[in-house]
């Protein structure tokens, strides 16, 4: 079996950005590798530069804390995933790539 060309067509097929907008709930290293040090923190959120394993592309990943000031915050986060899948066919804004999942965190990796 021939991973290669099937990567290689996934690929071709969407583009820059290489997953969806759907929640995986793999963790985050195993599909790219994170920098240790943080492009920019937040009060609720850290982004870190990230190559994805496989293509070797270079993305931006948004950690958003679920919890902020003791409220459950997914929803918010949710909205915000909402509003990129929304403006995905605008090629003026940063395209929301993959969304990944865990208790205490949600991660959107962008252009």
Same mark, same amino acid.
């Given at each position: $079996?021939?991973? =290669?060309?099937?990567?290689? #067509?996934?690929?071709?097929?969407?583009?820059?950005?290489?997953?969806? /907008? +759907?929640?995986?709930? +793999?963790?985050?290293?195993?599909?790219? *590798?994170?920098? /240790?040090?943080?492009?920019?923190? =937040?009060?609720?959120?850290?982004?870190?530069?990230? #190559?994805?394993? *496989? /293509?070797?592309?270079?993305?931006?990943?948004?950690?958003?804390?679920?919890?902020?000031?003791? *409220? +459950?915050? /997914?929803? +918010? *986060?949710?909205?915000?995933?909402?509003?990129?899948? $929304?403006?995905?066919?605008?090629?003026?804004?940063?395209?929301?790539?993959?969304?990944?999942?865990?208790?205490?965190?949600?991660?959107?990796? $962008?252009?």
């Amino acid at each position: $079996m021939n991973t =290669g060309k099937l990567i290689n #067509t996934e690929i071709e097929m969407k583009g820059s950005c290489l997953g969806n /907008t +759907d929640q995986h709930s +793999d963790p985050l290293d195993k599909w790219y *590798i994170r920098d /240790t040090n943080p492009i920019a923190r =937040g009060q609720f959120a850290v982004v870190y530069h990230c #190559t994805h394993r *496989i /293509t070797g592309q270079e993305f931006a990943a948004k950690f958003s804390s679920r919890v902020r000031l003791g *409220i +459950d915050s /997914t929803k +918010d *986060i949710l909205h915000e995933v909402a509003v990129c899948a $929304m403006l995905k066919p605008n090629v003026r804004t940063v395209q929301l790539c993959d969304v990944f999942s865990n208790e205490e965190e949600m991660v959107l990796v $962008m252009e």
